[in-house]
């Protein structure tokens, strides 16, 4: 089995390993997996039961996080650039694996999907200027690029009552990106998924491919949200601070999935789009109202305790 490294104790944690951690902050109560991501804590370990999260490859190799101080990209490459009738230039240093053809760049003013063909001048996979397939026309801003790597796998199996709690960075993020997944071993397609649409987001649940929107801040607005999403035998509803409940009447598929933080392994260059996320919680239990609330805003609350403002 590969290992990977995460800051614990522990040095060395072999992907699915469930070794204890030390809190490094107050965990939610109920929660059998509580997680904090970037540098400060321990990356990649659940603080309650130090399982590990695992940021997959689409073949199924380990990818390879971009860790920041108080969160974690699933991304294979952060850079700054510029876009000129199809040709990026790239200024400064390359976060992460070095650019390359056939990698997927997203970020402001990109057509989704775009793809790096070559590189026409600079360093090699670092500054420089870039052919990509698309005719786009941007401004400078910061851009991630993907090859085979945006999403982690989470270390609980599905269950048919559940709650789960994620704050992620929403400017960050293109149309059509995966917040949450439903899989089960070599799906290459979400039985249930919570993705980013053209003006919010919207949720879809197989089989029958049954959809419903979701009331919630547009993809533009604020730094950062935090989604709490609880779950029954029936329906699935979520809610984002004290706007109202989106509910779907659409029953998840089965229980005894994994469910995956971004894209677990969607091959379709639509989708290989990075995500940036802060905290995800996992409550074996289905959560009233209220308590979705108390949820959102004990998120919020740590979240500012790391210097994120949340939505």
Same mark, same amino acid.
């Given at each position: ?55 997959? *490859? ?19 490459? +952060? ?112 039985? @249930? ?30 730094? @950062? ?57 996992? +409550? ?19 979240? *500012? ?7």
């Amino acid at each position: 089995m590969p290992t990977i490294s995460a800051s614990s104790p522990y040095g060395k944690v072999a992907l699915g390993d469930r070794k204890p951690a030390i809190p490094r902050f107050t965990v939610e109560a109920a929660a059998d997996c509580h997680a904090q991501f970037g540098s400060d804590v321990f990356s990649l370990l659940d603080q309650v039961g130090g399982g590990c999260f695992e940021p997959l *490859a689409v073949d199924g190799s380990p990818g390879t996080p971009i860790f920041r101080p108080n969160s974690l990209v699933t991304a294979d490459s +952060i850079f700054t650039s510029s876009v000129s009738s199809g040709v990026m230039t790239v200024t400064g240093s390359v976060t992460g694996r070095a650019l390359g053809s056939g990698m997927v760049v997203s970020g402001s003013g990109l057509t989704r999907g775009a793809t790096i063909q070559s590189q026409l001048t600079g360093t090699p996979g670092g500054a420089g200027t870039y052919q990509l397939s698309t005719n786009d026309t941007a401004s400078a801003s910061e851009r991630w690029a993907t090859s085979t790597y945006s999403g982690l796998m989470c270390p609980w199996t599905d269950q048919a009552n559940q709650t789960t709690v994620v704050v992620f960075a929403n400017p960050n993020i293109q149309m059509n990106a995966y917040i949450l997944g439903d899989y089960i071993t070599g799906d290459t397609a979400a039985g @249930w998924y919570l993705r980013t649409a053209t003006n919010g987001f919207t949720q879809r649940c197989a089989p029958g491919d049954q959809s419903a929107s979701i009331t919630l801040p547009s993809r533009g607005n604020g730094s @950062w949200l935090c989604l709490v999403i609880t779950e029954d035998a029936a329906s699935v509803r979520v809610k984002s601070g004290n706007l109202a409940t989106s509910a779907s009447p659409v029953a998840r598929v089965s229980s005894g999935r994994r469910r995956s933080i971004g894209n677990r392994a969607l091959t379709d260059l639509t989708y290989q789009t990075g995500l940036e996320v802060a905290e995800v919680v996992h +409550i074996p239990a289905t959560v009233d109202e209220a308590e979705m609330v108390n949820l959102y805003n004990r998120a919020k609350a740590r979240a *500012a305790l790391r210097g994120i403002a949340v939505l």
